[in-house]
């Protein structure tokens, strides 16, 4: 079975902190993803990844950054975490190559709490 | 350049009567299409796709969809709803573009 693991389930953490949310996957997969989920918004994409070392802008960029330096890890950062960017995140990855047509698998998410 | 509109927010069905998610999608080539599936506190579980073979595409839990080119449509049915299809459903035309999600709420 194909495995997306979140490093936290749930993470509370102070305005201005930086924030790492990690995420590893153990298919070798390609692409992996950044979703943030917010209530009638659905999930809108921050970044992705289709391979190691290379990343692009999603639809809500602004106030994260991404590393991907291994293929199966890809991490968000919040460089200074502000209280919009209380969501649920979720990690995703899938295979396919140069667009991203097959089936995406996704990780159970980590609920942040920014106070 | 790909969207994809799901067309309400909040759908209500009894128990046993049929339920209709409704997505329309563009496409600047041509799609794949996804339904997926999350219930309360749980992760994102995948239903469907379709990806150019049959355009009906059978799911889990007795779910289908149909994509129809002409109407830019990929529309999710079930002929009985079932207390757990409770849920939200979110359409995806080639990934990443999600929609906004369905809320499925089942009455008894």
């Known amino acids: 079975d194909v495995k997306v693991t979140q490093s936290s389930r749930y993470l509370v953490k102070r305005t201005g902190e930086k924030v790492f949310l990690e995420c590893v996957q153990d298919?070798?997969?390609?692409?992996m993803f950044w979703y943030r989920q917010d209530p009638g918004l659905g999930l809108r994409l921050i970044y992705f990844?289709?391979?190691?070392?290379?990343?692009e802008k999603g639809d809500i960029p602004e106030g994260y950054s991404v590393s991907r330096e291994k293929k199966e890890r890809f991490s968000l950062i919040l460089e200074s975490a502000s209280t919009n960017q209380t969501s649920m995140y979720l990690c995703?990855?899938?295979?396919?190559?140069?667009?991203?047509?097959?089936?995406?698998?996704f990780g159970p998410g980590t609920r942040l709490t920014v106070t | 350049a790909q969207s994809v509109t799901q067309l309400d927010s909040h759908v209500s069905v009894s128990e046993g009567t049929p339920v209709l998610l409704r997505c329309n999608y563009s496409s600047s080539y041509s799609p794949s299409l996804f339904w997926y599936v999350q219930h309360p506190n749980k992760g994102l579980q995948l239903l469907l796709k379709?990806?150019?073979?049959?355009?009906l595409v059978k799911g889990i839990n007795g779910f289908e969809a149909e994509f129809k080119k002409s109407e830019t449509s990929f529309h999710l049915t079930k002929p009985s709803a079932h207390m757990s299809d409770a849920a939200e459903y979110f359409c995806?035309?080639?990934?990443?573009?999600f929609g906004k999600g369905t809320s499925l709420l089942v009455t008894p």
């Open positions: 379709y990806t150019s073979a049959a355009t």
């Open positions: 298919m070798d997969h390609e692409n």
């Open positions: 995806v035309v080639t990934l990443p573009n």
């Open positions: 995703a990855s899938n295979t396919g190559s140069p667009l991203p047509r097959y089936e995406q698998y």
């Open positions: 990844s289709y391979d190691v070392k290379m990343k």
